[in-house]
């Protein structure tokens, strides 16, 4: 079964640092991950897929990276801000066919970093 | 385009009730998911379909049916609700790419 776990669960710096999410997998047979933010009480935000055969992806000041081999993937937030507050989740999907004893689709989560960034 | 829509936000049961949870997408993805969001859990995998007439189980299926009879829509059915499926239901939707998630449905069993 695939289990990601996220790195740090809580987190609150002061605004202006740049900082590390970390995302760990299981099961490297893998497809894709995603990165996808969470405002409370709010639905799930997509902020960057990194396929499998790719290293990083980049959208503004976010940057993931994916080590497939060693199961991690990084997500780099630079120059934070107050509006970057909220939770951050990892998601990864099987490749077709599945994990062992997995399913054949749909996305398998950390429970997430939830964010503070202070003013 | 409206993305993924799902009906109702909101909603109060009580045990034993039945209820659909209802999710339209209009993108023609043909991959779909419904999750569970919960407290110290995270979000987890109920059902998921591949495509129009085939679906299949996830991390935590118990209790919950799901049909696909169309590419837009995929309901996840409740057939006798009980307090244990207290939670957020978040449906999503994907073709090649990543997935685009709904706004969520709040469930309630009282």
């Known amino acids: 079964k695939q289990e990601v776990t996220q790195i740090p669960a809580a987190l609150s710096v002061p605004e202006g640092e740049n900082l590390v999410l970390n995302c760990s997998f299981t099961?490297?047979?893998?497809?894709?991950l995603q990165w996808f933010r969470q405002d409370p009480g709010k639905g799930l935000t997509s902020l960057l897929l990194?396929?499998?055969?790719?290293r990083e992806q980049t959208s503004g000041r976010l940057n993931a990276s994916l080590d497939k081999s060693s199961g991690r993937s990084t997500l780099y937030i630079a120059a934070s801000q107050p509006g970057d507050s909220a939770t951050y989740l990892c998601a990864v999907r099987p490749e077709w066919g599945g994990y062992s004893g997995g399913g054949a689709d749909g996305l398998t989560f950390g429970k997430g970093t939830h964010l503070i960034i202070q003013p | 385009n409206a993305g993924v829509t799902q009906t109702p936000k909101f909603q109060v049961l009580k045990t034993g009730q039945s209820m659909t949870l209802q999710c339209a997408q209009d993108?023609?993805?043909?991959?779909m998911s419904w999750y569970r969001q919960d407290p110290g859990m995270g979000l987890r995998l109920i059902h998921y379909?591949?495509?129009?007439?085939?679906?299949d189980q996830g991390e935590v299926p118990n209790g919950y049916n799901v049909s696909r009879s169309t590419t837009e829509d995929f309901p996840l059915r409740l057939l006798s609700a009980a307090p244990s499926q207290t939670s957020v239901y978040f449906c999503?939707?994907?073709?090649?790419?990543?997935?685009?998630f709904g706004s969520g449905t709040r469930l309630t069993v009282v």
């Open positions: 993108m023609n993805h043909e991959y």
């Open positions: 099961d490297s047979a893998i497809y894709n």
């Open positions: 999503a939707s994907r073709r090649e790419g990543g997935y685009t």
């Open positions: 990194i396929q499998s055969s790719q």
């Open positions: 379909s591949v495509g129009a007439g085939i679906t």
